[in-house]
Structures are given as C-alpha cells and as structure tokens.
C-alpha cells in the first residue's frame, strides 16, 4: 500500500473513526457525514519529486452551498465574509454545480505523513465545523443554499459525529492558551533558511518573521505571526502572502482569488494547500491560519518553503516571470528599491 493510501486508511480508521454507518467508499477514499454536510477525502492525483520520491495529492472537500449564483453582490459577500478569515481551507467555486465547497489540498510524501497526516486530519475538522456553523447565515446572504444531504441509504444523521463538535470541545479551548509559537523559534528559521535563496531578506521577531520573495522585477511579501488570533479559534500562527497586481477592478480581483483557489485547491497546491486566496486593495492575498492544535517543533522550516513555492508559481503567473539568478540580487528587495541600488552587471 502506498503513502497515499495509507493516510486514507489513517484518516478514516484510527484519526477520525468514521463511522462506516455513515460513509461511503470511494476509488481514491470515502465521503463520511459527520453531520449533514458530506465530506469527501481521496487521494486525486501522484507527482514526482525532485529527489524522485512519489508525492500523493489528499484533496479534503466539503459541501457547502447550492444554488449559488455569482454576481457583483455574491463575489463581495464571499470576499468579505469568507475569503479573508481563512483558516486552513478556501471556499472553490463549481460553475457547472453552482455550488461552494470548502476544500484543502497538500501533497504527502513518505518522509512527511508522520507529521503531515495529523494536520490533514484537522483541516478536515475544521471543514466539518465550518459548514455547520457558516452554512446558514452564508447561504442566507447569498440567496443560496445550504448544501446538507444524508446517507444514501440511511438519510439525514440525527445525531452528529463526535467530531463535528471538535472545534467547540478541543481547538477553540486550546486557542485560548498563547501561541505554541514563540520567541527563538522563529529567529532559528530565519537564520538557518532564509539567509540565502529563495529569500531575497527576512527578519524575525518575538512574535514571528517577514520574508521577501521575488516578483517580477520587485518582490512579493510573506508574514508570519504568533500575535493575530483567528476570530473563531484564538490563538495560533497566521500566514498571509501578499501578491500586487494592477489594473483589476475590484470584481475582477475577486473572482481572480476565487479561481486561484480553484487552481491550487482542487487541482495542484503550490505550496500547502491550507487557506484561501483574496482580494484587497490592488493585492492578492493568500491567507492561513494553523490553530494551536496542529503546533509541532519544526514546522515553520516546511511552511517557510511551502510559502516559497507559492510564491515561485504567483511570480510566474501574475507577472509572467520564473525565478533566476539575477531574481535574488538585492535590488529587487524593498529595501534594495527604496535605495535605489543599480542592476547586477
């Protein structure tokens, strides 16, 4: 059995404990009710990595809405309501459906599923507490509607899954604690990593780091911190990625963030698919948020480089230009800018 495999059967048997009353099977996983909202999590696709190793891409979706029509009032109810309090999932919107679901999506190797799987395990949580708590009020103001089914065979669950309570019972109580990430942590990856390519500069504090990455012929931002708690699960680590674009308006930059959460959330993650894309301000924004719950030594290296690849992949789709050697001479740094300083010869 692969990798990929093997963190299906995680998930489902020792992780969440689903209760096969309430799923389904699938060729790539299973789609379980924890509550009225089903959830699908399936190994989609395999890549090969640059050491050679296989990659399995886990796709976690739930439904969400129906019926869901975009125009200039739905595209600013999602941008405003949904897009920018991502945590570690993004709404994806299906034309063909009409339908909103909320998906997370990240590639598993056999060096990373020890730690990677317990993260899966809760987005998908997450997805879970956000469809039941959102759906309603988001529905409502989208002239939408909630997208709630039942069991083939069994119909509507009374009663929900243990799980779908997780964030009132485990990860909000834990969110109220300060942030598992502090201090020296954030220092030691900054001096250990970012200290050469892909960084173009970076600075750490107490309460997290800055890294700049480059963007055509400037740069793009990316901060981490410990001290900006999520409305709904306290405290943490928030992750936010800032990409300038010109000449959208601000329908267009909406709808740019949505089909980016399309691209990286349903299809191919750039970096860890846990988040979602918005729109701000001439600036797409991809936001995250990882609860106290999910804390393990050593994880800001691995998001530090996933945060790199997304911003390799913005570069070349936003501004159309790879990365190469001359992307990292100092001048395409703010500071580098602000200076003024003359290109490498």
């Known amino acids: 059995m692969n990798v990929g495999n093997q963190t299906i059967e995680w998930l489902y048997s020792e992780q969440l404990k689903v209760d096969q009353k309430w799923s389904e099977r699938t060729p790539g996983g299973f789609t379980w009710w924890a509550d009225q909202n089903a959830q699908t999590i399936e190994v989609i696709g395999e890549e090969q990595g640059p050491d050679g190793e296989t990659g399995y891409l886990i796709s976690v979706r739930t439904d969400f809405l129906r019926c869901v029509d975009l125009n200039g009032k739905s595209l600013s109810v999602i941008n405003t309501l949904l897009l920018p309090f991502a945590s570690m999932t993004g709404p994806v919107y299906d034309a063909a459906t009409r339908t909103l679901s909320l998906c997370s999506l990240v590639r598993v190797y056999e060096a990373i599923a020890a730690w990677m799987n317990p993260i899966i395990s809760v987005a998908a949580v997450l997805q879970v507490g956000e469809a039941r708590i959102m759906g309603a009020e988001t529905a409502e103001l989208l002239g939408a509607e909630q997208a709630l089914s039942g069991h083939p065979r069994r119909g509507m669950r009374a009663d929900p899954d243990e799980m779908a309570g997780m964030i009132a019972t485990l990860i909000g ?173």
């Open 173 to 345: 109580p834990l969110g109220k604690q300060p942030s598992r990430w502090q201090g020296s942590e954030f220092q030691l990856t900054v001096d250990q990593h970012m200290q050469k390519p892909p960084s173009l500069m970076a600075n750490a504090s107490e309460r997290g780091f800055t890294v700049e990455f480059p963007y055509g012929d400037h740069s793009s931002l990316c901060q981490v911190a410990s001290d900006q708690p999520h409305p709904r699960y306290g405290n943490g680590l928030f992750l936010l990625q800032s990409f300038p674009i010109v000449g959208l308006s601000q329908m267009e930059g909406i709808s740019l963030a949505l089909s980016l959460n399309a691209a990286e959330l349903r299809h191919k993650p750039w970096g860890y698919g846990f988040g979602s894309y918005a729109y701000r301000d001439g600036t797409i924004h991809f936001t995250s948020f990882f609860p106290n719950v999910i804390y393990r030594t050593g994880l800001l290296p691995n998001l530090y480089f996933s945060t790199a690849q997304r911003a390799r992949a913005m570069a070349v789709r936003l501004e159309r230009r790879d990365w190469t050697h001359e992307s990292f001479t100092p001048r395409h740094s703010a500071l580098g800018r602000m200076m003024d300083l003359p290109k490498e010869k």
